[in-house]
């Protein structure tokens, strides 16, 4: 079966709804409001829903890819905002194609890191991610990249 990682598209709304993210989470991140589209021709914010597709067109999984300036910094840092495997296909390996596909993707745009945040208790997301070499950052370390987390998050860094 080939894989392939794609935009979403208004044509998968349905079969993203109904089996990966709740519409709340859906229309907060992929809705555009003027100042998102301004700060989007700026190149300084963007939002990126990427689908893990097979050949059937069955959307398997999603990742969203925030792009935005940091105001500390002053440099573009990427975050992933959420990933999602649907039911029938947890526990086959598909995260971990998601993420990696995703990375080979972040790469292709000359993305040199990416943080995330985890719930601390969340194990398959953790073991996820630390198979893919995310770093758990120390806590002194957030302030400088002025995180908002919950003390049950984790934030996590990527660099290629």
Known sequence: ???????????????????????????KYTTKSLFYK??????????????????????MGCILLRKKLS????????????????TKYRGQGYGNILINETINWCREKKVKEIFLLV??????????YKKNEFKTLPLDG?????????KSNIVMLKQF
Do not use: T
Request: hydrophobic share 40%; net charge positive; no cysteine.
């Open 142 to 150: 957030l302030k400088a990249l002025r995180i908002k987390r919950k």
């Open 38 to 59: 301004i700060l989007k021709s700026l190149k300084i914010y963007s939002n990126y829903f990427l689908l893990l597709s097979n050949d059937n067109n069955d959307i």
């Open 71 to 86: 105001p500390i910094k002053m440099k573009i840092e990427w975050f992933i905002y959420g990933v999602a495997i649907s």
């Open 119 to 128: 719930e601390k208790d969340n194990n398959p997301a953790l073991n996820l």
């Open 1 to 27: 079966m080939k894989l392939k990682l794609i935009k979403y598209h208004e044509s998968y709304r349905d079969q993203v709804f109904s089996e990966l993210v709740p519409q709340k989470y859906f229309i």
